[in-house]
């Protein structure tokens, strides 16, 4: 009898909030002002056994920090993170330890992530060491034959210098897995490789998707790929997140302006939604998170911007199939453009 294909949720964020404190100039001292980044406000998101989710938005959205959140390096301001169900509070130690062990972060930088001084082996024999799994030749193979590069005796003493960004990416992936984790956070883990060689390493991580059944978060400002290789998408503008769906669907038929405006700028010949709307739109910048502007906070670039959308925060609309977009265009139904 096959086994079902189940995707209950692994690791999920509710209302997460993280504001970081700005160090003070004279001026604030003056003035007794104190400010604060917003860098990610009120954000949810559920990361699903054996699926991808993407999150996709420009550089400074505040999708780096979600994954550093999710990976506990820094502590909430509000809201809560649960693991299988249960608050998770991973603090310091063993706590931690055991909670890394089924949460881990790749990051964009393989280079920088891994000691130029240690060998392959190395860098993996202590993965396996300290979170309990024998660091023996023969697990230390398997994780490079997991992560394609063989044969393993080719790898396993080389230096991070000796290897191409592919293969050190590939060789940082292999330490996650050291830990046997249930969710990995990939932030941009192909923005810094070579063109050639990204689609063989986001290949390499939906394989372990389906192989391992691993929930995956996946960092982008590349929404175009997140069609590719993800299951679910959700766009993140200005520390919210302002629409999400299955891939499919946001990236073929986006509801939010602002998600219109990032498909417009990644060009892909095979889209089938009118991107007309959206090359009214003004690329411009985004805003400020010490002082983002009130009610949407995408308002000052929104070709569409109403009066309300300058005071009024717009909540979540659920629209078909599962899409949902946080944008005062959907508040009755019927009247958005689609
Ligand atoms: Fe544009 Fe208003 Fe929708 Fe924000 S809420 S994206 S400003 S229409």
């Known amino acids: 009898m096959t086994e079902p294909v189940t995707t209950e949720t692994v690791l999920e964020a509710r209302g997460v909030t993280k504001h970081f404190p700005v160090r003070r ?17 009120d954000v949810s998101l559920e990361l699903r056994r054996g699926t991808v989710t993407a999150l996709v938005g420009e550089s400074g959205s ?24 249960a608050p998770a509070e991973a603090g310091r130690g063993r706590a931690f330890r055991a909670y890394v062990k089924q949460v881990q972060l790749i990051l964009q930088d393989p280079f920088a992530s891994l000691n130029p001084v240690h060998t392959v082996r190395y860098h993996l024999t202590r993965s396996l060491k300290i979170h309990g799994r024998g660091a023996t030749e023969e697990n230390l193979h398997a994780l490079l034959e997991r992560v ?13 210098h000796e290897l191409s960004g ?16 249930q969710v990995l ?20 991580l939906k394989d372990l998707k389906e192989r391992l059944r691993l929930a995956v978060l996946y960092i982008t400002h590349d929404i175009a790929s997140a069609r590719y290789f993800a299951d679910t998408t959700l766009v993140m503008y200005a520390g919210r997140i302002v629409e999400g769906g299955d891939s499919e669907t946001v990236t073929q038929r986006p509801a939010h302006p602002y998600t219109q405006l990032l498909i417009a700028s990644a060009p892909d010949p095979d889209r089938v939604a009118d991107p007309g709307a959206a090359d009214e739109a003004d690329g411009g910048e985004p805003p400020s998170l010490i002082s983002p502007p009130p009610g949407c906070r995408f308002h000052p670039r929104c070709p569409r911007a109403m ?17 949902w977009a946080a944008c005062w265009l959907y508040a009755e139904e019927g009247t958005g453009p689609r």
């Open 62 to 85: 505040g999708k780096s920090t979600v994954a550093r959140l999710l990976a506990q390096l820094h502590p909430l301001t509000s809201g809560e993170i649960r693991l299988h169900g």
């Open 166 to 181: 592919g293969q050190r990416q590939r060789v940082a992936i292999a330490r996650a897995l050291g830990a046997d984790p």
């Open 148 to 160: 394609q590069l063989t044969p393993p005796e080719s790898y396993a003493d080389k230096f991070p």
């Open 25 to 41: 100039t004279g001026r604030d001292l003056a003035t007794r002002t104190r400010r604060t980044v917003h860098a990610v406000d």
């Open 185 to 204: 956070l990939a932030d941009e883990p192909v923005s810094m490789l070579d063109v050639s060689i990204r689609l063989g390493v986001l290949n390499l």
């Open 307 to 323: 009066e309300r959308c300058r005071t009024e925060l717009p909540p979540r609309f659920d629209l078909a199939a599962g899409q």
